[in-house]
């Protein structure tokens, strides 16, 4: 069965600076993805970035980039030159049965001035 | 944009009550899945439907019902309900197909059971 692991409950970083936020996966499919979503404090989920098991380079998306290692099972979301309002929990995702989705408890970032 | 709608931000009921949480979607998407989010457990798949009249249970489908009469609404249903329901819950759609479709949101509802 699929399972997602993000090891860090919280993050503290500062406007400007990057900072990665983990996520390692497991699955036994050949062909899968990867999702990461941004949940503000107001609650809804914001679909950020996925990545292709397949896919030749990392996905990237604005300021939003992903650090896949295939072979370590690792998925990593590196957001460059924070904001105060990236500031919000983030979860990653891998589909099971084909669609529906595994998340990971999430990792709160917050981002100060 | 995919806009996923749901009946309401904050709702609270009392035990043993029926309780109607609403989803609709306008994007015409087959998929349509109901989670909740409780705080260090994530979010955990209630029920999903593939087509109109088509269900399946998730992870956690014990104490829930669905209903889905059209592919744009899907209905979570607690039928009694217990303080243990208290969460958030949310509603989301996708495209069929490749695993690469990602899943569109609503805004979630806060429930509470007294």
């Known amino acids: 069965a699929q399972k997602i692991t993000q090891t860090q409950p919280g993050m503290f970083v500062q406007e400007k600076e990057a900072v990665t936020l983990d996520c390692t996966y497991d699955t036994s499919d050949q062909s899968y993805g990867l999702f990461w979503y941004k949940q503000p404090s107001s609650g809804e989920m914001i679909f950020l970035i996925y990545?292709?098991?397949?896919?030749?380079q990392n996905a990237t998306e604005g300021r939003y980039s992903l650090n896949f290692q295939k072979a370590r099972k690792s998925a990593n979301l590196v957001i460059s030159a924070s904001q105060l309002g990236d500031s919000a929990m983030y979860f990653c995702?891998?589909?099971?049965?084909?669609?529906?989705?595994?998340f990971g408890k999430g990792t709160t970032l917050s981002v100060s001035s | 944009d995919v806009k996923v709608t749901q009946s309401s931000r904050y709702l609270v009921k009392r035990t043993g009550e029926k309780v109607f949480l609403e989803c609709v979607q306008d994007m015409d998407h087959e998929n349509m899945f109901w989670y909740r989010q409780d705080p260090g457990l994530g979010l955990r798949l209630i029920y999903f439907?593939?087509?109109?009249?088509?269900?399946e249970k998730g992870d956690i489908p014990e104490g829930y019902s669905v209903s889905r009469e059209k592919k744009e609404r899907f209905s979570l249903i607690l039928e009694s309900a217990s303080t243990n329901q208290t969460s958030m819950y949310l509603c989301a759609s996708s495209s069929p197909g490749r695993t690469n479709q990602p899943q569109h949101f609503g805004d979630g509802t806060r429930l509470s059971i007294l």
């Open positions: 990545q292709g098991s397949y896919d030749e």
């Open positions: 439907s593939y087509d109109v009249k088509m269900k």
């Open positions: 995702a891998i589909p099971q049965a084909g669609t529906a989705l595994i």
